[in-house]
């Protein structure tokens, strides 16, 4: 049997969290395992868009805990870690291949930051081990397909930055790169001054980007932009669906910015069936309303030919059973750019799911569900969806 290869970064989402008054929503990891014990370090974050923190000493971009476990010979993780005079735990039984979403849970008890048992996504980054060669990793990987590339945590939830990354469409062809991208733009930056250079009559146009990839896997990409010109750089790993660091930056016009750290990673299709619980959040809780639980169950296929937008069209069905009843299909207008998935279904297109995808495809996290046209489901759900 092959050995589970757990040490490396691990990522804890519980998107249930993201409307309500939470001590924090996201926990990012290093752990390691020996012998079935498992220590590491902690770093959670909170939720600076809307209510102030309930854990007065996390800060908005996280504090180190740490963390001691148990890891079995089934991947059952138990996880406990002290925090704000209580007593955090963490509970997954882990898939065998640990670099895709599992469903799992975590509670807080006692503390400044208790937190009734919620629903959790955990998956790991394992670190690989590596010989010195003075030869890059082989890229084997079909490198086209859909990108995304975004400035490091927490610089892209800043209001300091006039452009958070770039989401969309690449070809890769004997070193020569084309695409299309759509720019994530931060529309409060200078009061709107690269928004509103940006903005035509129709909105945010995509942009053209060409570029090169070299035989040590050194990636640059070039496009006008803003009046200025948009350069991106870096290195990417054998597998081009994992986070590689990059940089980025914006040279003159009305969105220049100073070379800046971002990570970039290909995103795999979204296509298959997805499943995941989503609730009705409290606004003053962490506790999610009682009797509010659905089961989203999404079949999706991604059109692997992106339309003019740099956006991968995508179509299926959505149903939801539970708190509330509805089923549709995917109508026009369902795409997937970079980390975001925006589906629309229904004769009326009044059905919304809405997420952010992991690279690997293997879960659509942060995710909303709420039918405008149907009573008993025109209130915002949110949850996991993890791909089965």
């Known amino acids: ?73 089934a991947h059952n993780l138990t996880l406990n870690f002290p925090i704000e005079g209580g007593t955090g735990t963490i509970l997954a039984a882990l898939g065998d291949d640990p670099s895709t979403y599992t469903s ?17 996504v955990i998956k790991g980054t394992p670190t690989v081990s590596t010989t010195n060669s003075s030869s890059p990793a082989t890229i084997t990987a079909n490198l086209s397909g859909n990108w995304g590339m975004r400035a490091v945590y927490p610089l892209y939830i800043t209001e300091s930055l006039p452009i958070f990354g770039f989401y969309g469409a690449l070809q890769f062809t004997n070193g020569s790169v084309t695409g299309t991208m759509m720019p994530n733009v931060n529309v409060m930056y200078g009061s709107g001054n690269c928004y509103l250079a940006l903005r035509g009559s129709s909105g945010i ?39 590689a660091d990059a940089s980025y930056q914006i040279v003159g016009g009305s969105c220049a910015i100073s070379s800046t750290a971002m990570t970039i ?3 795999a299709p979204v296509t298959g069936t997805y499943i995941g619980t ?8 962490d506790i999610p309303f009682a009797g509010t ?4 169950t999404a079949v999706l296929t991604q059109s692997t030919t992106p339309n003019s937008g740099g956006m991968f069209p995508i179509t299926g069905t959505v149903n939801v059973t ?10 026009s207008g369902s795409v997937v750019y970079g980390g975001s998935v925006g589906l629309s279904a229904g004769t009326s297109g009044k059905i919304y799911l809405a997420g952010s995808n992991d690279p690997t495809g293997s879960a659509i996290t942060y995710a909303t569900f709420q039918d405008d046209t149907n009573f008993s489901c025109d209130t915002a759900y949110v949850g996991n969806l993890v791909r089965q």
């Open 1 to 73: 049997m092959t050995p589970y290869n757990f040490n490396g970064s691990w990522t804890v989402i519980a998107p249930n969290l993201l409307a309500a008054l939470a001590p924090f929503d996201q926990i990012d990891a290093e752990l390691q395992v020996s012998n079935g014990v498992v220590t590491g370090t902690l770093n959670t974050y909170v939720d600076i868009g809307g209510n102030p923190p309930l854990c007065t000493t996390l800060g908005t971009v996280g504090t180190t805990l740490i963390a001691t476990g148990t890891l079995d010979d």
């Open 104 to 120: 799992g849970s975590m509670q807080v008890s006692g503390g400044t930051c208790a937190m009734s048992t919620v629903a959790v």
């Open 205 to 243: 146009s995509p942009v053209s980007f060409t570029g090169t990839l070299d035989a040590n896997n050194n990636l640059t990409l070039t496009a006008p932009f803003g009046g200025g010109t948009a350069i991106i750089t870096a290195t990417l790993g054998s597998n081009p669906q994992t986070w």
């Open 265 to 267: 990673a290909q995103f």
């Open 278 to 285: 989503f609730n009705e959040p409290n606004s003053v809780s």
């Open 293 to 296: 639980n659905v089961t989203v």
């Open 322 to 331: 539970g708190a509330c009843t509805d089923s549709a299909s995917l109508v």
